[in-house]
């Protein structure tokens, strides 16, 4: 999510090279703190292999240290790879994205240089820099033949000595004597450091205002910390949104040298001895930076290329592995460079928190308080108070004799570090590198300032440099896994690329699959873990020890994947060779959580508190599993910018719901539902296991972005998929799940906690059974009201007018969570805002049942039309729902007038029209339309007008100018996408049309909750205890919600509520002894021939057969198990099922299956 003030940068790209003002510097010896002597010195310090550059150096297919012409694979007509697209292109960076946080960060004492020697340091840069010869191409394949190349050089003839004012810097004292003499080492060397052309361009905002002045303030040590990112007659206001960090071929290899000889604070001019403490977090700092730099250039390494077949930038996960594979060190200077990042952000806190942001743009201000408080308020920085241990800068400058010294050395160094970025060439490149270190600038003033400083020493241009620090920080913490994830993805073991095996690094193979060194590790640590936990005994321990010193291969596999998950690695045991069971939690263990309702938001939270080894009561009223979210057939919405060649960006997303959800939109509840979008698609297609590959565009949204599998309903598909992850933990005893239980009242403490739940246990006999459970966290998900239309219900109460609209959720949605939560003193939303969704279907067979079948915004983003009953069009048929009923209202006189709808008007209907191209595009559904007999298959012109009970030439007419409308682009109504359009020959055509009605879908209000999912009171404080996710919560969607955000707000706001709730450590779980060996392995019986007679007799609810891709399955047990409902089953009873079950199915539902036998039809 960005704001102009967080992509807003204020910078001064055009400084010159400090070399050209030049002269031998002197830094201050140890003394008696006050002054004492002074000692020149020409030192640099050296680095040990630990700290050496890992900018690849050039090699012979990768010379040029300009922007362009190196990039692997760029099209010959394609832009300079540093050209920045001024419309903005799709990269949008993550500002602010909690992402990262919660990572682990090593302490201050690990990966810091040992202490080289000056000799072998210079010998090795030396011995670099003659490896590194190249010549500059200036990218002369990416330009024109009359263009200057984008690395060319230019002498700098003013002067014969360039050198005047005094410049402190150890590290540039001995290049600047080389520009001087222009005595270089290498071609290389001189192209860096001789130079007065620039490449690489950034856009910039012209004639941006920059209010960056520091209040006068008292002169106090560390204020000018930041004062070497010089800002002169070049600075400009560049937009960071439009220059992303990425592969540009710039070669900075001399650069990052200069900068790490640089981190030496010479105390006592001895450049041999082992570094200080305070040289250590400089270095790790410098290190930090350097890897966040070069994972950036591994994530976005490939341009887009045709003839690639590339429309994005494209990781190189090789690149990765060639680069840190040795030298994990350097991940673990990235964590320390976050933490120091963060306990500044944390100590910084209160002052941000109240920070006044002014840009001139209202709107846009509040969006980025709110973004800014957002990420102070986070539970997950709340969390990390234990992570920031890991530097304390209260422990620097400690030593009484020179700690003055020290100060000034250090601030010295940083300032020096800071100036040597006016020696990069590539713009795009010093952007970047003058944003972060202005962060760690602001950063470490935060740290050293009193608190009492702080609210008047911090420009507005820190501030922004400081949270987009943070946020790249966040991102490579978060690349770490992802290019890791791609590398194995497409490797069994783990080895260097030729090039850099070529390039003099280590050739030696670093692990071997499942047979390695780590794999072996995290084995033997899951298995004492265990142990130590007391969740298995001795004799197991000593099994699973000794089998994976003898590298079982199960095992192995076992433990690269689950090693560093406990729960999920013991519930997965006994699909090994061995066989392992355990008695579970028991009865009189109180649960972390009990989670009252089963659909997608109840079973999200379950998920993931089991999955963190925590233990669940899952409590459903209905007899089967998935409430409303099993009906859901449009898909999940999800904004992927990085795997998208659509063009959809965070910012479009927001835009949209905000738009959609109108004056009661509340931003802090978007921001959380639209930043966690990616999130929860790749859960649910990683951890879930559904296939979400179909990408659409539905009403309302600016692109496609909305997810469903490539084959069957996208709600049955994941309520099936995720109850079946939820029911592998019932084993083990972590979940219990009660069916058939309604929650009468929520149990308080004497405090107003939320500490049960009371109920009621419906049994087969009639005989209920109350319960009484405790726990310190109670879950609703129990859904809306849409259904309640009793005299008293919230329908009437709120929403009268539609008392007698028919409904697509199911009977249940009586807003049973909404009396609960408001029992206990919740507050509630909204509660005015139903939703009223433009297409439920009327079945031809029962057209009054107030139950309808909903008709989803797929139908029309395919293509469908809607026409009314003089065979017109009337809408946009891609526009929100509300706009789409308004007009469909709209045919009523009284409603035209008074936009109130009348309780006792009869509810209207419409046709919704296909053509044969649309309905390809939704395939499946329309299968499952035309079984139950909601949509008619049509042939011809002729045909549809018959059936609509029109004149063909009324038909005809609409059809034709909407066929004109497309060609145009636009119609009278603003549609500007056509998809699926009708053939010319209408004659000809293929249609599928059914009949739809107004019906309520969604009810946008409910309980008052915070973006963590925590229930709030009327005063808007936590209800302790109390927690709610999905429809029973209000104020996501505000007026109005999108088609597809229903499943997203479940799944993201049951992750979040999953997430947070403690987990007891519990160590009451014993395993039975693990038996060595596995049993023979029964074949599977002979399937026998079953005839259609056969089958036919078995064709009850309590006998029910059903032949499905030939096998028959015996489904009795299934019926009312099924979250669709038994209706779905029964009706197939005794019959070949195949079509139907394709039409709402993918065939992996049937592996918790085995067939009875094959069906032979006779």
């Keep these: 999510m960005t704001t102009s003030f967080f992509r807003s940068f204020a910078v001064d790209l055009d400084q010159t090279c400090p070399l050209t003002q030049w002269n031998k510097q002197k830094k201050k010896g140890k003394g008696d703190g006050s002054g004492g002597a002074e000692k020149t010195t020409d030192a640099t310090l050296s680095l040990s292999s630990s700290a050496a550059p890992f900018i690849p150096a050039p090699t012979e297919e990768h010379e040029s240290e300009g922007c362009a012409g190196d990039l692997p694979d760029l099209d010959p007509d394609a832009e300079p790879a540093c050209h920045v697209d001024l419309d903005g292109g799709n990269d949008q960076p993550d500002f602010l994205s909690g992402g990262g946080f919660g990572s682990g960060a090593s302490t201050l004492s690990s990966a810091t240089p040992s202490s080289p020697s000056l000799e072998s340091s210079t010998a090795d840069a030396a011995n670099e820099e003659e490896e590194e010869e190249f010549e500059c191409d200036g990218g002369k394949d990416e330009l024109d033949d009359d263009a200057e190349p984008l690395c060319s050089l230019a002498t700098d003839d003013s002067s014969s000595n360039p ?144 003839k690639k077949g590339r429309a994005n930038w494209e990781p190189n996960p090789q690149y990765f592995i060639d680069k840190f594979a040795d030298s994990p060190e350097h991940l673990r200077n990235l964590h320390f460079s976050y933490v120091v990042l963060l306990r500044a952000l944390k100590k910084a806190s209160p002052v941000l928190y109240n920070y006044e942001i002014k840009t001139g743009d209202i709107l846009d201000d509040e969006m980025a308080t709110i973004l800014m408080r957002r990420l102070l308020d986070s539970m ?97 913490v978060r690349e770490v ?44 640590g899951a298995v004492s873990s265990l142990a130590n936990q007391g969740l298995i005994d001795e004799s197991t321990e000593t099994n699973l020890i000794q089998q994976a010193f003898q590298r079982n291969p199960e095992l192995m596999v076992l433990s690269k994947h689950y090693g560093s998950n406990l729960s999920k690695f013991l519930n997965f045991l006994p699909n090994i060779d061995s066989q392992i069971s355990t008695t579970g939690m028991t009865e009189s263990d109180e649960p972390d959580a009990i989670v009252i309702g089963t659909g997608l938001a109840g079973l999200s939270a379950t998920l993931n508190i089991l999955d963190r080894g925590g233990r669940v009561v899952l409590i459903e009223k209905e007899h089967r599993l998935g409430g409303n979210s099993n009906k859901a057939s449009s898909g999940i919405n999800a904004c992927c910018p990085q795997n998208s060649t659509y063009g959809d960006y965070l910012e479009s997303f927001k835009e949209d719901t905000i738009r959609s959800a109108g004056k009661s939109s509340k931003p802090h509840l978007i921001e959380t539902l639209v930043e966690n979008s990616e999130a929860a698609v790749q859960w649910l297609k990683e951890r879930v296991g559904v296939d979400l590959s179909v990408l659409a565009q539905l009403g309302g949204h600016g692109h496609k972005r909305t997810h469903r599998p490539n084959q069957g309903m996208v709600g049955a598909e994941i309520i099936y998929n995720i109850q079946r992850a939820v029911k592998t933990y019932e084993k083990s005893g972590m979940v219990k799940i009660m069916v058939d239980t309604r929650v009468t009242q929520l149990k308080r403490s004497d405090s107003g906690a939320v500490v049960g739940v009371e109920g009621v246990k419906m049994t087969k006999d009639g005989k209920n059974e109350t319960i009484s459970l405790t726990s310190p966290n109670v879950v609703l998900a129990t859904g809306g009201f849409a259904s309640d239309r009793s005299p008293g219900s919230y329908l009437d109460r709120y929403r009268p007018e539609l008392m007698r609209m028919p409904a697509t959720a199911g009977e249940f949605s009586t807003g049973d969570g909404i009396t ?100 390809e595009g939704a395939q499946k559904h329309v299968d499952h339309y035309l079984n139950k007999g909601l949509l008619t298959r049509i042939e011809g012109l002729d045909a549809l007008a018959n059936w609509m009970k029109l004149p063909v030439a009324t038909v005809k007419a609409s059809l034709l100018e909407y066929q004109r409308d497309a060609k145009k682009g636009k119609d009278a109504w603003g549609k500007v996408t056509f998809n699926g359009v009708p053939q010319k020959d209408l004659s000809s055509e293929v249609f599928y049309a059914g009949t739809v009605t107004p019906v309520l879908h969604y009810c946008m209000g409910g309980l008052t909750i915070d973006k963590d999912g925590n229930v709030l009171n009327e005063s808007k404080e936590i209800i302790p205890g109390l927690h709610a996710a999905g ?41 039975n002894n693990l038996q060595q060996g596995g049993g023979a392995v029964d074949k599977p019986a002979e399937l026998r021939n079953i005839s259609t007679d056969e089958l036919q007799q078995h064709s009850t609810e309590d006998d029910c057969w059903v032949s499905i891709h030939g096998l028959v399955y015996d489904l009795t047990d299934f019926v009312d198990e099924h979250p669709a409902g038994p209706e779905s089953i029964t009706e197939l009873a005794g019959k070949d099922g195949t079509e139907e079950f394709q039409a709402v199915h993918g065939e992996n539902i049937l592996e918790d299956f085995d067939p009875i036998g094959t069906f032979v039809p006779v």
């Excluded at 041999?272 to 070069?294: D, F, K, Q, W």
């Excluded at 997950?380 to 003055?404: P, R």
């Excluded at 996501?1036 to 088609?1043: A, E, K």
């Design 163 to 306: 050198f005047g004012s005094s410049f402190e810097s150890a590290a540039l004292h001995s290049i600047s004597e080389r520009v001087v003499q222009q005595n270089w080492e290498s071609e290389s060397q001189q192209q860096t450091f001789d130079w007065n052309k620039v490449s690489d361009p950034v856009v910039h905002i012209p004639d941006a205002p920059c209010n960056d002045e520091i209040g006068n303030l008292p002169e106090t040590f560390w204020l000018d910390t930041c004062s070497k990112i010089k800002a002169g007659d070049g600075l400009r206001v560049v937009n960071l949104q439009l220059n992303p960090e990425r592969n540009t071929g710039y070669n900075g290899t001399h650069i990052w040298t200069a900068i790490y000889e640089e981190n030496c604070l010479a105390l006592d001019g001895d450049t041999s001895a082992p570094m200080c403490y305070e040289e250590r977090v400089l270095y790790r700092l410098l290190s930090g930076l350097h890897t966040s730099t070069t994972l950036s250039i591994a994530k976005n390494y490939y341009p887009p290329s045709k």
């Design 380 to 476: 997950i920085l709340k969390s990390c108070q234990n992570v920031f241990t890991a530097f304390d800068e209260n422990l620097m400058f400690k030593e009484q004799v020179n700690a003055i010294t020290l100060q000034e050395n250090f601030k010295g160094v940083f300032h020096n570090v800071s100036s040597i970025l006016d020696c990069v060439q590539c713009q795009q490149c010093k952007l970047h590198g003058k944003m972060a270190m202005l962060g760690y600038g602001t950063a470490l003033k935060i740290l050293f300032l009193p608190d009492d400083m702080l609210a008047t020493s911090l420009s507005r241009n820190e501030i922004v440099a400081f949270f987009n620090t943070i946020a790249k920080m966040s991102e490579s």
């Design 481 to 524: 896994r992802e290019l890791t994830n791609m590398y194995w993805s497409t490797h069994t073991k783990l080895e260097k690329s030729d090039a850099a095996v070529s390039s003099g690094s280590d050739t030696r193979l670093l692990s071997t699959g499942i047979d390695g060194i780590d794999v072996l590790d995290a084995a033997v």
């Design 820 to 919: 609960l939560g408001t029992s206990a003193g919740a507050g509630i939303v909204d509660m005015d805002k139903v939703q009223v969704h433009p297409t439920g279907w009327v079945d031809p067979k029962d057209p009054s049942n107030p139950g309808k079948i909903l008709a989803g915004e797929l139908m029309r983003g395919v293509g469908g039309i809607l026409m009314n009953h003089e065979g017109e069009r009337f809408c946009n048929e891609l526009g929100t729902r509300a706009y789409v009923v308004d007009k469909m209202f709209g045919h009523d006189p009284q409603y035209a007038k008074t936009k109130t709808w009348n309780v006792d008007t009869e509810i209207p209907t419409f046709s919704l029209v296909l053509s044969a191209s649309a309905a």
């Design 1031 to 1071: 429809e029973v919560s209000g104020g996501v969607h505000g007026d109005n919600r999108l088609g597809g955000n229903s499943l997203l707000e479940c799944t993201v706001f049951g992750t979040i509520v999953g997430k947070k709730i403690p987990i007891k450590p519990r160590n009451s779980i014993q395993s």
